[in-house]
DNA sequence: TGCAAAATAGTACGACCGTTCGTATAATTC
DNA sequence: GAATTATACGAACGGTCGTACTATTTTGCA
């Protein structure tokens, strides 16, 4: 890796960090190269602009969450188990301290819901990459008899999603002591829901 | 009504839905202003800061939906009949017209999760209120012999508010026409498993 | 109708925004 | 070691930000 990707990674790495507290909006260059201590134009010169800074730090972001919480998933035993591990792991990733202002994805999510162009695209693409991973996921369990043969799982991915998202929120926003707990209580209750 | 308050409305009305698009640190007071035909000093006169313009603006919202989704469910017949008119009444509150960027209240919730200060004070202090709406219709519906006695009416919030923050997402971020089916359908299986 | 008060406009400010440009230094290749 | 490229810097640009002050218009009441 020659020096310029390092810088880039150093970059990005902390890039991550300010976005999750303020929103790729509220990333500003000029506060990101002051903490690093680069200058403006230094860092500029590495993405030529600013929306291409934004899209490779939520890039940088669902790269991450896809080596923390998908592979570890895939390396658990197929079914059940998988989904519980994707669960688990899916809701550590929420802490992650490489991200203190909570889970870029999400903040991002709602950050560009409504403007149109390459950052929602990325956005709705990764997303796609997750569900059809829950998906598959569910259909293995239900392959291996652990879930019922009716169950649908497109459903199953949008339940899944609601109880991170409200663990997101109740945790984050909230600081419910108690968030993790229920989003497992959800998440039970759903798998108890699924089985044969 | 005088006129500094008629104005002052109409203010905070396009506020609401320009913040609903761009978040609250996305809305400026030029942009607003020129929107409205007013200068930028004339509206900030209003407001006498941009904190307090926001805070205002996060006001307006939560009075809203306190009007249109609490107010309703009040007057559909206690026990499972109001949750569920709660339910109908928050899934059409998300498609207000009024906030075409989506609901303000979870833009706002996750832009300043991380974000100590009046805004987060008061976007906690409102969550508080309709969470306790929340557990307040489900004790009713155990009273009236609807829900099982024994049910966690904390973690029936939760899961309540999971359900609309997953609805928030597959319907603005994937624009997935059948996210209110799923909703509802998520909803109904909370339902049956809350009953007797 | 006249007049104080309220409401709005006008002007200016320093700070910071993303971006461009020319230049200097460091790294790599020949 | 020389030539070339990659990397970073400093200064400056036009704009917009929130905010402060002053002037002007509009409003509501005596």
Redesign the pocket.
């Known amino acids: 890796m020659?020096?310029?990707?390092e810088?880039r990674e150093r970059i990005l790495d902390q890039a991550v960090r300010l976005a999750s507290r303020d929103g790729l909006e509220g990333?500003?260059?000029?506060?990101l190269s002051s903490e690093l201590?680069?200058?403006?134009?230094?860092?500029?010169?590495?993405f030529?602009?600013?929306?291409e800074l934004q899209l490779q730090v939520l890039q940088a972001a669902v790269e991450r969450f896809e080596q923390n919480v998908i592979r570890p998933a895939l390396a658990a035993p197929r079914g059940e188990p998988r989904l519980r591990a994707l669960m688990e792991h899916w809701l550590t990733w929420e802490d992650n301290p490489d991200m203190p202002g909570g889970c870029l994805i999400v903040a991002a999510s709602v950050e560009f819901d409504d403007r149109p162009g390459p950052l929602r695209d990325y956005l709705v693409h990764s997303h796609q990459r997750r569900y059809d991973f829950i998906v598959k996921a569910a259909r293995i369990a239900i392959e291996a008899g652990h879930f019922r043969p009716d169950l649908d799982t497109d459903q199953f991915a949008f339940d899944v999603n609601a109880v991170l998202l409200g663990y997101h929120y109740a945790h984050r926003m909230l600081r419910d002591r108690k968030a993790r707990e229920h989003a497992r209580a959800n998440f039970e209750r759903l798998l108890a829901d699924s089985r044969i």
Request: hydrophobic share 30%.
């Open positions: 020659g020096k310029g990707a810088t990333l500003t260059i000029g506060t201590g680069l200058s403006k134009s230094g860092l500029f010169a590495h030529g602009s600013k929306d």
